[in-house]
Each structure stands twice: as C-alpha cells, then as structure tokens.
Nanobody, 109 residues
Framework: VQLVEAGGALVQPGGSLRLSCVAD????????MAWYRQSLGHEREWVAT??????EIADSVQGRFTISRDDARNTIFLQMNDLKPEDTAIYFC?????WGPGTQVTVSS
C-alpha cells in the first residue's frame, strides 16, 4: 500500500492548513489511520487517529486539529487551525504499518 501526503506549506501563526493523505488501496475502510509529526531534533509524535466512527486527537492539538475521511476517495484529512510555531514539523500518515513520505508544515512569521 502506498500513502502520499499533501498540503504542507509555509503559513503564518494563527493560519490554517488542510493536509491530505491518499492511499492507492481502500485500506482506510478496514484499518485505523493515523497522523504523526516529527520536528527537527525530536521523536515522532502521534497527532490523531481515525477509526471510522471514533476519532482521537492528541492533547497538544485538541481543539485546533480535526481528522476526517473520504472513503470513496481513499483519503484522510487533517484540518489544522490556529497554527503555532511549535506545530512546525513533517507530517506523516500511517495505516497498517505503511507510512507516507511526509509533508512539511512550517509555521513562521
């Protein structure tokens, strides 16, 4: 299974971005899908998980990030609002031990 993230960009603090992750197979219908992020010099950090009917969001982004899905398009989204400089990282999606290459999010004025 191949996963490809998109949507990363340079954005000012307080701005918003929507990341997407497309799978080349309908894997999200069967397995949970998660977003992680990794900033320079830090370990990879869990951000959110979608289990279909149940979503989980990390405390560090609760109230600002939401996860959603479009099963017909094999796509998962991460809506990120009120972005902060500490959100700067490479964002990865993963499902069933498959990982995408990541997309860079930079929050800076």
């Amino acid at each position: 299974v191949q996963l490809v993230e998109a949507g990363g960009a340079l954005v000012q603090p307080g701005g918003s971005l929507r990341l997407s992750c497309v799978a080349d197979e309908p894997i999200f219908k069967t397995f949970p899908m998660a977003w992680y992020r990794q900033s320079l010099g830090h370990e990879r950090e869990w951000v959110a998980t979608s289990r279909g009917t149940v979503d989980e969001i990390a405390d560090s982004v609760q109230g600002r990030f939401t996860i959603s899905r479009d099963d017909a398009r094999n796509t998962i989204f991460l809506q990120m609002n009120d972005l902060k400089p500490e959100d700067t990282a490479i964002y990865f999606c993963t499902s069933k031990d498959n990982w995408g290459p990541g997309t860079q999010v930079t929050v800076s004025s």
